[in-house]
């Protein structure tokens, strides 16, 4: 059971260029979200789904997409990166209960 | 809206000492939840203890508890027989009954001195 992964840990990109940010979970939870991390500002919510086929914008949604196919993927793309998007990206997921267990992180940077 | 705040920016304790965090959230929800998150520097966020509103009863997990005044709005986490490995920066967090959105304070970083 290896909860709830993220990849890449660490990426480098220039501004403009597109990237995905990979999120599984093998707990079967249903509900999966995404957020921000930057100095001084706690985490932001940036997208949320609820179940396959269900997404929802939250705090901070601009410069970012999501879909959810399945239960256990819940990639968060950037479609073209901005230096404001220099970031930690923390994904998490819950099953009921409002517990949320979170992946390691990738630190974003954009030149 | 719902807010979280954290007022101290840094705290620091004495090893095998006491210390307490201080969060206030505000909401006009009834039924929520409250949570203290850790994330120390290998950046993983852990979560160290949750509080369901409608429980009177504070939380307690091991060295953690919880000082939960619902009238207050306050939500303070004690560390009891502070530890180096509890050096960290800790989050407090809100989400309501309808949904798991969590709402997040700016984080407070604690320093254990040996």
């Known amino acids: 059971n290896a909860g709830v992964t993220q990849t890449p840990k660490f990426q480098v990109l220039k501004t403009g260029q597109s990237m995905t940010l990979q999120c599984a979970q093998d707990?079967?939870?249903?509900?999966m979200s995404w957020y921000r991390q930057d100095p001084g500002m706690g985490l932001r919510l940036i997208h949320y789904?609820?179940?396959?086929?269900?997404?929802d914008q939250g705090e901070v949604p601009n410069g970012y997409n999501v879909s959810r196919s399945t239960t256990e993927d819940f990639p968060l793309r950037l479609l073209s990166a901005a230096p404001s998007q220099t970031s930690v990206y923390f994904c998490?997921?819950?099953?009921?209960?409002?517990?949320?267990?979170f992946g390691p992180g990738t630190r974003l940077t954009v030149l | 809206a719902q807010t979280v705040t954290q007022s101290q920016p840094e705290m620091s304790v004495q090893e095998a000492e006491t210390v307490t965090l201080s969060c206030t959230y505000d909401?006009?929800?009834?039924?929520?939840?409250l949570f203290w998150y850790k994330q120390p520097p290998s950046r993983q966020m852990i979560l160290v203890i949750r509080?369901?509103?409608?429980?009177?009863q504070n939380a307690t997990e091991n060295r953690f508890s919880v000082n939960f005044q619902k009238a207050a709005k306050s939500f303070s986490l004690k560390i009891s027989d502070s530890q180096l490995g509890d050096a960290a920066m800790y989050f407090c967090?809100?989400?309501?009954?309808?949904?798991?959105?969590?709402?997040f304070g700016k984080g407070i970083t604690l320093s254990v001195r040996p």
């Open positions: 998490a997921s819950s099953y009921g209960g409002h517990t949320q267990y």
């Open positions: 707990m079967n939870h249903e509900y």
């Open positions: 789904s609820v179940g396959a086929g269900i997404t």
């Open positions: 909401t006009s929800e009834s039924d929520y939840y």
């Open positions: 509080q369901e509103a409608y429980k009177q």
């Open positions: 967090a809100f989400c309501t009954g309808a949904n798991s959105k969590l709402t």
